[in-house]
C-alpha cells in the first residue's frame, strides 16, 4: 500500500530535550516536506527536500532541522525544544506536484 | 517570496446550497495551483488543482477558477452535502520549484442539513 508514515503519532516532552520525528513514504518520490499546523495559521511548510542530499528551508525554519540520506526517509529534528513548537506536524511527499501527507504528529512540549 | 491570502475563514451554508471560497497569491511566478480538504482529526487530501495554462477545471461538484491577471483563484462547491463539512485550504506554488508550496490559512465549511 502507498503510504507516508510518520512516528510518533502524539509526543509530550519537556524543554530541551533532543528528539526527532520520523517520515518515511514508499512511493519513490524525489520531493519531501514538513509542515506544522497551528489554528488560524494554515499549513506552513518546514523544510523541503527535491531529491537525496538536497534540502531547503520553508517559511518558518528556525528551530529545526532536517536530513535527506535515503530517497524514502525524511526526519524533522528538534535539538532544543520549546514551547511555542506545540504543533500538529506533518510530512509529505511528492513526485512533483500533489502532496501526499502522513497521518500527523501532534507534539506537545512543556 | 510568495503569499497567499484565503477568504473567508469560516463559511455556513444549508444542504444544497453552493459555497465559494477565495484565494490570492502574490508571486507572478507560480503556475501550480491546489486545493486541499481537510477533515476533523484527518490529513489534508487534494481535491483538485488547475494550473495556470488552463482558466477553470471541474470535477462532479466541485470547480477551481484562475484568473492569473487579478491573481486570484476561488473554489465552488455546488449542492453542498454534510460530508462536505471540513477546513479547505488553498495553495500556489511555481513548477519551478514543485518542493515549495505556499497554503493559504484555511476556511472551515459547515454545512447544516
Known amino acids: 500500500e502507498a503510504q507516508v508514515t510518520q512516528n510518533p503519532r502524539y509526543l509530550i516532552t519537556v524543554t530541551g530535550k533532543k528528539l526527532t520525528v520520523t517520515c518515511s513514504q514508499n512511493?519513490?518520490?524525489?520531493?519531501m516536506s514538513w509542515y506544522r499546523q497551528d489554528p488560524g495559521l494554515g499549513l506552513r511548510q518546514i523544510y523541503y527536500s527535491m531529491n537525496v542530499e538536497v534540502t531547503d528551508k520553508g517559511d518558518v525554519p528556525e528551530g529545526y532541522k532536517v536530513s535527506r540520506k535515503e530517497k524514502r526517509n525524511f526526519p524533522l529534528i528538534l535539538e532544543s525544544p520549546s514551547p511555542n513548537q506545540t504543533s500538529l506536524y506533518f510530512c509529505?511527499?511528492?513526485?512533483?506536484?500533489?502532496?501526499?501527507f502522513g497521518p500527523g504528529t501532534r507534539l506537545t512540549v512543556t | 517570496g510568495e503569499n497567499v491570502e484565503q477568504h473567508p475563514s469560516t463559511l455556513s451554508v444549508q444542504e444544497g446550497d453552493s459555497a465559494v471560497i477565495k484565494c490570492t497569491y502574490s508571486?507572478?511566478?507560480?503556475?501550480?495551483f491546489p486545493w486541499y480538504k481537510q477533515e476533523l482529526g484527518k490529513r489534508p487530501q487534494l481535491i483538485i488543482d488547475i494550473r495556470s495554462n488552463v482558466g477553470e477545471k471541474k470535477d462532479q461538484r466541485i470547480a477551481v477558477t484562475l484568473n492569473k491577471t487579478a491573481k486570484h483563484f476561488s473554489l465552488h462547491i455546488t449542492e453542498t452535502q454534510p460530508e462536505d463539512s471540513a477546513v479547505y485550504f488553498c495553495a500556489a506554488s511555481s513548477g519551478d520549484s514543485w518542493g515549495k508550496l505556499q497554503f493559504g490559512a484555511g476556511t472551515q465549511v459547515v454545512v447544516t442539513p
Open positions: 512511493m519513490n518520490h524525489e520531493y
Open positions: 508571486d507572478s511566478a507560480s503556475n501550480y
Open positions: 509529505a511527499s511528492s513526485p512533483g506536484a500533489e502532496q501526499y
